[in-house]
């Protein structure tokens, strides 16, 4: 494998992570929180369908973005109220919101657009266009650097950059601030903090939102970054891949930009056989690297490599008085 | 009770005109869904058109998920439906157990054969029509490497990237063809985003034309390709339209015609198989104002000249699915 495929692959990677990374970190504010998550496919869903249909209608990136984000929000109100305000099983409330997605969102692009559940391709200021990084093309012609900076680093659009910074971000929030103490005590012992007078369902509803938040962005990159346009299903099954990233981070930041890495970068090799094959001498097939991922997860919640102790009082609703 | 009478026999005379009224052909569309701009949208034009001359009515049905096929089916042909269409090669298996239930329902199917006194089936010589757009390919590719992405890995999509990989030869013996499939399940035929990642791969190892033959995937292959400012060509309806001066041509696949077709016949629908190839316009290459610009002169004749040659049996292009060998490309 030469240098120039490697940076096809590295380019690749980062554009397969960054939809896991915004969803993964999405779930990671949820569950620290105490509330588990398994709708953010049906949230990425939603959004990408909202933000492609609003940027195709006001011909503005930005609109679509705030729609696809509303919608996300929205639809993880909907399971703030059904998990934590009504103590519903969150599972299922995540289960059901998933099966709503992806039904509602053909049905709306069909009524919309009608164009069997697609919304027309977007163009120009429409889409969110690839950004080339200060001093790319200068720095071009220095050995092994300037290639990869030029063709990994630079040239993706606004919203890869801002997913690398969420990490940070989040690692400050939920480390460095008051609030981010009190989200993380809220998922492992809701009653100390009840007891402290801090209100359990106010700090769940704000972690909830900020997965609406996460999970938008999310969902318009893929469909205004990445492509052109929403399509039925076109998360294709990525929400979930995201939680098997999160559970193999075992719910910490920084881990989960590497585990969105390693995993878009699997996806990346599915995508080129023959390099696999070149380098390993054994033809793999394609499907055993598609699946390599929840390999993966499975052998850390099984142990094989460290612990993953989820927060504690993740999936139990919080009641106040018995 | 004469009036009774009256009554009963304009009530049962009734139920007859509804009973006819209700032989409606109907059409099922497989997972790729009604408006893939591809396969299954080409099968709905050619309902379309044949209600639009005829005046009738006919019912359709999309599928959602693989355990509706046989059911689906089966209501049909319970609710009357005379003939009953279906797209794709999936219903296969269905079709089998279901036919021998219905001897009195015709059934088409496209894309497979079924054996049954009461099934017509529809093949494409779909290999014929991607050689056609494999020389076109050749031709137009400057850097010699083109490419190949699939939907779903099965015989049936390797025969078009076969005929494909040798009409790309026909033309530059010493060309690369890049293959990829999407994927190993029908999920395959819908993820824009890994064809758009798949396109980006192929122009990385010095494809400037790629064909997608992967229904709803080939979006995302267009535009990455569009994106990218390389070539790409569309399969089954004629896609030259979706990035005007960025598609070289579609490899058409008269689907519409076959639909047409079968709900013409209706109640008389022949039985047997169908084999629709360049002979009988079956197959073969979108030419329209949005890739004028794109194909020369010389290209044309050149395509035009083998498609003679192919139609006189002069030239014989290799069918993947007659040996699962390809002379010309490896999967």
Same mark, same amino acid.
């Given at each position: ?214 999970c938008g962005l999310a969902g318009a990159y ?41 995993? *878009? ?37 099984? *142990? ?9 009082? *993740? *999936? ?7 | ?76 042909a319970e609710a009357g439906s005379n003939p ?34 009461? %099934?017509?089936?529809? %093949? ?134 076959? %639909? ?72």
């Open positions: 494998m030469d240098y120039a495929t490697l940076l096809q692959i590295l380019d690749s990677t980062i554009r397969l992570a960054t939809p896991l990374l915004f969803a993964c970190l999405a779930g990671l504010y949820s569950e620290r929180a105490g509330i588990f998550d398994i709708g953010l496919e049906g949230k990425m869903l939603m959004a990408a369908m909202s933000s492609a249909s609003v940027a195709f209608l006001t011909g503005s990136v930005w609109a679509g973005l705030m729609a696809g984000i509303l919608a996300s929000m929205l639809m993880a109100g909907i399971h703030g109220v059904a998990s934590i305000t009504f103590r519903g099983n969150q599972l299922i409330s995540g289960v059901a919101l998933n099966f709503v997605a992806s039904g509602i969102t053909v049905l709306v692009a069909q009524r919309l657009f009608g164009q069997g559940g697609r919304t027309p391709p977007l163009e120009g200021e429409a889409r969110f266009n690839p950004i080339t990084l200060p001093f790319a093309e200068e720095l071009q012609g220095v050995p092994i650097l300037g290639p990869l900076y030029y063709e990994v680093i630079s040239g993706h659009s606004l919203l890869v950059y801002i997913a690398v910074l969420t990490v940070p971000l989040t690692w400050w929030i939920l480390f460095r601030t008051r609030f981010g103490l009190r989200l993380r005590a809220v998922g492992e012992n809701p009653a100390a903090v009840d007891t402290a007078g801090i209100s359990v369902v106010g700090l769940r509803f704000a972690a909830v939102a900020i997965t609406g938040i996460l893929m469909a205004t970054a990445l492509q052109a346009g929403f399509g039925r299903e076109m998360t294709a099954g990525r929400g979930y891949i995201a939680l098997a990233a999160l559970i193999f981070a075992k719910w910490r930041p920084v881990a989960a930009l590497w585990a969105c890495l390693l995993f *878009g970068f699997f996806q990346a090799l599915a995508l080129r056989p023959d390099v696999v094959q070149a380098v390993v001498q054994v033809k793999i097939p394609v499907p055993f690297l598609d699946a390599l991922p929840y390999v993966l997860t499975v052998l850390v919640l099984a *142990g094989f490599v460290g612990k993953a102790i989820p927060p504690r009082a *993740g *999936g139990e609703p919080y009641v106040k008085e018995r | 009770m004469t009036l009774m009478k009256q009554f009963l026999g304009a009530a049962a005379t009734l139920a007859l005109t509804a009973g006819v009224a209700t032989a409606e052909p109907a059409i099922i569309f497989d997972l790729g869904g009604k408006f893939d701009k591809s396969f299954n949208e080409a099968a709905f034009n050619g309902a379309e058109r044949w209600a639009q001359e005829t005046g009738g009515t006919y019912k359709e049905l999309e599928m959602q998920d693989e355990a509706q096929r046989e059911q689906a089916l089966r209501r049909l009953v269409v279906m797209t794709g090669f999936a219903f296969g298996d269905a079709l089998s157990k279901v036919a021998p239930d219905f001897p009195d329902t015709k059934f088409a199917i496209i894309d497979m054969v079924v054996d049954a006194p009461n %099934v017509k089936s529809v %093949v494409f010589n779909e290999h014929e029509g991607s050689y056609l757009v494999g020389m076109m390919a050749g031709l137009a590719s400057k850097t010699g490497t083109v490419g190949f992405i699939g939907g779903m890995d099965i015989p049936l999509i390797r025969k078009f990237g076969c005929g494909y990989a040798q009409g790309v030869k026909a033309v530059n013996p010493d060309a690369t063809v890049v293959l990829n499939m999407t994927g190993t399940t029908p999920a395959a035929w819908n993820d824009p985003v890994k064809g758009a990642e798949l396109a980006k791969g192929q122009k990385a190892q010095g494809a400037d034309v790629i064909y997608a033959a992967a229904g709803g995937t080939g979006v995302g292959v267009l535009q990455a390709a569009a994106d990218e400012g390389i070539l790409s060509i569309g399969v089954d309806s004629n896609q030259n339209y979706m990035h005007p001066g960025k598609v070289l041509t579609s490899m058409l696949k008269r689907v519409d015609n076959a %639909v047409y077709e079968a709900f013409k016949e209706g109640t008389n629908l022949t039985p047997g198989i169908n084999v629709m190839g360049l002979a009988n316009d079956g197959v073969g290459y979108a030419m329209d104002e949005n890739n004028a610009s794109l194909v020369t002169p010389e290209m044309q004749a050149a395509v035009d000249e083998a498609a003679a040659k192919i139609k006189s049996g002069e030239l014989v292009v290799h069918d993947y699915m007659s040996d699962n060998t390809c002379p010309a490309a490896t999967f």
